[in-house]
């Protein structure tokens, strides 16, 4: 088809005129903005799938988090309401029967409680038991099955300490229990008459000194502090010798208590406070 233009008149121009300046410009305008409007619409084209896949793909996502986001909610909430997530017994092994009650009283560990919970609160039970229970060095939990497992590591005890005819274990840090025993576990010496912190701690010190075989070999020792000695403690052992000794000194002297032993012919009462001799016992 031949092109045909209108001039300012409506007047058609015969194809074979040659076409003004002016014209030509406008020809070449219309060719091009032809050009422009063809390119657009094969680029929105090639745009329009693309755009759509990617929208399908936003919103399956977009629902796929909602799904994730949902169901986890429910499935949180249904452990909760599910005895499951209780705790139905408390066990304790490490210990004897009596230390073993204290530490579930002191741990704040109950029955029906959340074993999320405990879990979460595991380091500060481990805490309380090892602050209030002298005997324990440490405690490890262990929960399953609705059950917490609390095993008990035991502290060094040098003995224990006689209060109002009960008997607290002193460890080896002399810090005094507060688990109340009607008698004294193991083969352990009996403390009496310490009244303060400061006597506890020196008199579990001179006992990490002593030798495993002195330890065991000692009865009782009474605090028996006078206007001269202050530190004044009497000891008796399970062979039925006594001595007299100075707390602070008393581990350092003790070693020669075997030798002193071993020439006398019966009972003998030791003096160590000044120097160290015997004399027979009656």
Excluded at 111 to 130: A, C, G, H, P, W
Excluded at 189 to 204: G, H, Q
Aim: aromatic share 8%.
């Amino acid at each position: 088809m031949k092109f045909k233009f209108s001039n300012f008149f409506g007047r058609e121009k015969n194809s074979n005129q040659p076409l003004t300046p002016w014209e030509q410009a406008q020809k070449k305008r219309h060719k091009k903005n032809l050009k422009k409007n063809k390119l657009a619409k094969n680029r929105m084209g090639n745009k329009l799938p693309k755009l759509s896949k990617q929208r399908n793909l936003f919103l399956r996502r977009r629902m796929l988090i909602n799904l994730l986001f949902f169901g986890c909610i429910t499935l949180i909430s249904l452990y909760f309401i599910l005895p499951i997530s209780k705790v139905k017994e408390i066990k304790v092994t490490g210990v004897d029967q009596v230390t073993q009650e204290a530490i579930k009283n002191v741990s704040g560990i109950r029955t029906n409680d959340y074993m999320m919970q405990v879990y979460l609160r595991k380091k500060e039970s481990s805490n309380l038991i090892k602050k209030n229970i002298s005997e324990v060095r440490n405690a490890r939990f262990i929960l399953s099955n609705r059950t917490v497992n609390i095993r008990i590591f035991k502290e060094t005890i040098v003995g224990y300490l006689l209060k109002s005819d009960n008997y607290y274990a002193l460890n080896s840090a002399g810090n005094v229990s507060t688990v109340k025993h009607t008698s004294p576990e193991g083969n352990l010496p009996v403390f009496s008459n310490f009244k303060n912190s400061t006597e506890t701690k020196l008199l579990a010190k001179q006992m990490n000194k002593l030798s495993s075989s002195v330890l065991t070999g000692i009865s009782e020792i009474h605090a028996t502090p006078d206007s001269v000695n202050p530190e004044r403690i009497k000891v008796y052992m399970n062979d039925g010798n006594e001595i007299i000794a100075t707390l602070s000194t008393f581990a350092r002297k003790m070693q020669y208590y075997s030798q002193i032993k071993a020439k006398a012919s019966g009972k003998i009462r030791i003096d160590f406070e000044v120097g160290a001799y015997s004399t027979e016992l009656k």
